[in-house]
Each structure stands twice: as C-alpha cells, then as structure tokens.
C-alpha cells in the first residue's frame, strides 16, 4: 500500500540558510500534519492542514511556514535556520480528521 | 491541557518475556488513544488505537485498554521478539482537535 512519502530523506544546511521539506500524503488523504522531533524527544506538533487550508497550529517558528497545495501535498518552508532546528522532521496524513494519522520516514535536518 | 506520561525506559527484556509500558494521560476532552512504535531510521508506525473507554486495541500481539477510570492505557506483550526493539509512544488526540500528544517515548530492547 502506498505510504506518506517525505523528500530529501536527509538535508544538510547552514545557519541562516533555507530549506524546504515535502510531504506527499497517501492517496485520497485531505488531512496532512507537521510535526518536529528533536533527538531522543518526542514528535512535537506544528501544523496541519485540511484541504488545503490550515487547520490547526502548534508550536511552529515564526521563521517557519507550510502550505498543502491543490494535489494536497504539502511544503514545509524553514528560513534563517538556526542550529537548534536540526531534528526529524515528519509528515503525517489521515483521511480526515479524527482518523488515525499515518507518518513518513522523516526528513533529519541537520545545521551546521 | 493534555498531555501523555509514560513509563520511563530503555527497557531491556529477554525474548519471550512478558511486557509492560506504562501510559497515563491528562485530557480535558473525550481523546482517542494510540500506540505508535519507530523502528531506528524509520518514521512513526500506527501498532493500535483505542477510540472509547473500555475498548481494547490489538494489534501484532499487542494490547492495550482504555481505562477511563485509571486514565490509562498501558501497552502489554504476552511473549516479546527480538524483533520487537523499537521505540514505543503513547499518544493521544482530542476530539475534534488535529494534533497528536505524545508520550516522551520507551526505547525497547529485546535480547535473544
């Protein structure tokens, strides 16, 4: 079956610098959601979106931004990156909300 | 606010032996519960849910019940596999809320 599929699987960036992570969702799934784990923490949440619009927010940066395009996948743009942004990032989507949520493999993101 | 206490690990069993992960949770609406286990390098996989009180999940020859009265929702394994080390969260969501809260996470071992 077809999963939630993350891309770059890993990214190497500098302070200051820009990344931008996707997140394609499963097939038929309108609901996508962000969410940051640092090492040996748990995921914390930082947005969602629901057909293309954003429905819930966390605690996602100022210096962050997401938005899920008309396909539904989804983008995740982090400016001005700071050391303490290296972590795993995951997508996560459901068929709508209340539906349990099905994660990618992640993005690690690591700042040098 | 909602959050998700867990047992403290890592823990480290026997093959066949039987298992415990403790999880706790403070909700102030009606959440749904979940089970989710990373395997090193990978994402979040969904093990089992539980959507109301008394409902059990299973899943792989896992269990978990939703106990309302104790606000619990431990994990247990009968007889564990080497292939079981992972890492396990406890999480919860709230209805009609998006996001999942997870639990700090228990890093299993499995010896043969």
């Given at each position: 079956a077809a999963g939630v599929i993350q891309s770059p699987r890993?990214?190497?960036k500098e302070k200051r610098e820009t990344a931008t992570l996707k997140c394609y969702p499963i097939p038929?799934?309108?609901?996508?959601?962000?969410?940051q784990q640092g090492p040996g923490q748990d995921p914390?949440?930082?947005i969602s979106f629901y057909e293309k619009m954003q429905s819930d927010k966390g605690s996602i940066p100022d210096r962050f931004s997401a938005q899920q395009f008309s396909d539904y996948h989804s983008e995740l743009n982090m400016s001005s990156l700071e050391l303490g942004d290296s972590a795993l990032y995951f997508c996560a989507?459901?068929?709508r909300v209340g539906q349990p949520q099905h994660f990618g493999d992640g993005t690690r993101l690591s700042i040098l | 606010g909602n959050s998700v206490t867990?047992?403290?690990?890592?823990?480290?069993?026997s093959e066949e032996a039987f298992l415990t992960i403790n999880c706790t949770y403070t909700a102030t609406g009606y959440p749904s519960l979940f089970w989710y286990?990373?395997?090193?390098?990978?994402?979040?996989?969904?093990?089992?849910?539980?959507?109301k009180a008394d409902d059990k999940g299973s899943n792989k020859g896992f269990e978990a019940t939703y106990r309302k009265e104790t606000t619990s929702f431990h994990l247990e394994k009968g007889s564990v596999q080497v292939s079981d080390s992972a890492v396990y969260f406890c999480a919860l969501a709230i209805e009609g809320a998006q996001k999942l809260v997870f639990g700090q996470?228990?890093?299993?071992?499995i010896n043969p």
């Open positions: 890993h990214l190497i038929r799934h309108d609901t996508v959601y962000w969410y914390q949440f930082l989507s459901s068929s | 867990q047992m403290e690990g890592p823990v480290t069993l286990v990373q395997y090193p390098g990978e994402g979040l996989q969904l093990l089992l849910k539980a959507t996470g228990t890093r299993l071992t």
